[in-house]
């Protein structure tokens, strides 16, 4: 019994001792871990200026409706909405400045009194060392306002842990097609 007993607890101890070597291999649901064991220094901030063309017109549209309601049509605002949207992200306000990135997701009219959309968007950037890092957004974009805030609120790549916000104006609206061009200032802070 005794003897046993001891055996019983040399395999507890030696397990206890193997999950700490090897805690991957665990059953571990969390952990806590040093900042820097990820590679973590200083939290900085940083500015991306850029523009956003959302091209609604034409043979090569790049924001498309993909959804609706029988109500929408009738609502002023176009309530109920959805359109899918890949738009180009430029260096200047010319579509045929540098490409910077894309803005991929979805936007949709989501008020009933004013013209406001919901966006649901990644920015996936290409520029620079920013290539192939992305910042994820989601806020009430009420376009007639001259500015509009809308939260960052996670990235990845070089923009891992991001929080922030981004800053939108309108600078050109074509009334007939329905085309904009639409300026960002985007304030994040990220590792
Ligand atoms: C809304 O109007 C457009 C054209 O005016 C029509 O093609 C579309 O079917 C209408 N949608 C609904 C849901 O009624
Ligand atoms: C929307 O309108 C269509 C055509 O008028 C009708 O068949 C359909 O039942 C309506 N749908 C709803 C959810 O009211
Ligand atoms: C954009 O650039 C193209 C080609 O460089 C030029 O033809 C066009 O006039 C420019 N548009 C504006 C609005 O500056
Ligand atoms: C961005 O990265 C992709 C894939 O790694 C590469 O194909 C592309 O050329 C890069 N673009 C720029 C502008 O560096």
């Known amino acids: 019994m005794a003897k046993s ?73 176009g309530f109920g909405f959805v359109a899918m949207i890949d738009d180009p992200l430029t260096a200047g306000p010319n579509l045929s400045s540098k490409l910077v990135g894309r803005a991929q997701g979805i936007y949709a009219s989501a008020a009933l009194e004013e013209v406001g959309l919901l966006m649901v968007l990644n920015y996936a950037f290409f520029e620079g060392k920013y290539n192939g890092s992305t910042l ?25 842990f991001a929080r922030g916000y981004a800053q939108a104006k309108t600078v050109w609206f074509d009334v007939r097609s329905g085309d904009a061009v639409v300026e960002y200032n985007v304030y994040v802070l990220h590792y």
């Open 5 to 77: 007993l001891s055996k019983m607890t040399a395999i507890i101890f030696i397990t206890f001792f193997l999950s700490l070597l090897f805690p991957g291999n665990s059953q571990t649901f969390s952990r806590n871990l040093p900042r820097k064991s990820l590679g973590l220094k200083r939290e900085k901030l940083s500015h991306l200026h850029f523009y956003f063309h959302d091209i609604v017109s034409g043979r090569n549209p790049t924001a498309v409706r993909v959804a609706s309601a029988n109500m929408t049509n009738t609502s002023a605002t």
């Open 136 to 160: 994820s957004i989601l806020g009430r974009n009420t376009v007639l306002s001259p500015v509009r805030e809308m939260p960052i609120v996670g990235g990845s790549g070089l923009f891992r």
